[in-house]
């Protein structure tokens, strides 16, 4: 089970983040792609299960990039944290970089560059679970592809087998909570994301089913998880707490490639 696999890291010290989704306005009978259409209304009080985890000291430390960025250079702690702050103010126009600091308590985790040796990634063929089907692997995938095409450097290529695989995509009937999607990641001492696993569900928590657009939004946001953002409360974004739009907002791609422009870590 690929979320065992977490656990036992967790477990061993590395520090893991929990994120959530849920589609907006779960109205019964009220198919999603109806209200995310529609895109109006209150978030009705129902708050993303984002969490943060702190372990005690981190294990497997992933390899750092090579040190092209200037800023990596920097001689103690402190200034590359300055250095990196003032970049990230300098370059913040469009993004929701801001929020993401505040509320990951000043801290970035992000992938190393995973162009020339992209990320694994395995998707469950959940053929025993009522309601699945494979277009939704295929919603699924497209939500990676996705993200690869943002100007991140990231790539992902798909495995059957799940040994092998960095990412761990697998499907649940529903949530107990009112959200859709949930993705647990680990990452080093050092900020660097080392493993990631996702869960998409096939119906909300009322039972009604999510359509292939839906999954591929939901799969959107977590993914969004997997790169290392966290939740904006500008429903126009995919990482809106509550997801109502179907795409990638020119906010995300910038929040995205502004995160991948520095060194992960805490920048103050
Ligand atoms: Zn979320």
Redesign the pocket.
């Known amino acids: 089970m690929p979320l065992r696999r977490v656990a036992v890291r967790v477990s061993l010290g590395a520090l893991a983040f929990v ?4 589609l907006a306005g779960l109205g019964a009978r009220r198919s999603a792609a109806t209200v995310l259409s529609g895109a109006t209304g209150a978030h009705a009080g129902q708050a ?3 969490d943060v985890a702190r372990g005690a000291a981190a294990a497997d430390p992933a390899p750092a990039p090579a040190a092209a960025d200037p800023l990596a250079l920097a001689t103690t702690v402190a200034t590359r944290a300055g250095a990196v702050r003032r970049t990230l103010d300098a370059r913040s126009a469009g993004t929701y970089m801001e929020e993401l600091l505040r509320g990951r308590d000043s801290s970035l985790a992000r992938w190393p560059e995973r162009v020339q040796r992209p990320l694994t990634v395995w998707v469950q063929p959940a053929r025993t679970l009522d309601g699945w089907r494979p277009a939704f692997a295929d919603r699924a995938r497209d939500a990676f592809a996705e993200w690869a095409r943002s100007g991140v450097p990231l790539r992902f290529v798909f495995s059957a087998d799940s040994a092998r695989a960095d990412v761990h995509l697998t499907w649940v009937d529903r949530f107990d909570e009112p ?1 859709s ?3 647990l990641w680990a990452r080093d001492e050092r900020w660097w994301i080392v493993s990631a696993d996702i869960v998409l569900a096939l119906h909300h928590r009322d039972g009604s089913p999510l359509d292939e657009s839906a999954v591929r939004a939901i799969a959107l ?2 993914v ?2 997997l790169v290392g953002l ?2 904006t409360r500008d429903a126009a974004n995919i ?3 509550r ?1 109502r739009v179907r795409d990638l907002s020119a906010a995300d791609v910038a929040t995205a490639r502004l995160l991948y422009s520095v060194p992960p870590g805490r920048v103050r």
């Open positions: 994120a959530a989704a849920g993303d299960a984002g959200i999607g949930k993705t946001h977590e969004g998880h966290d939740h990482m809106a707490p997801v």
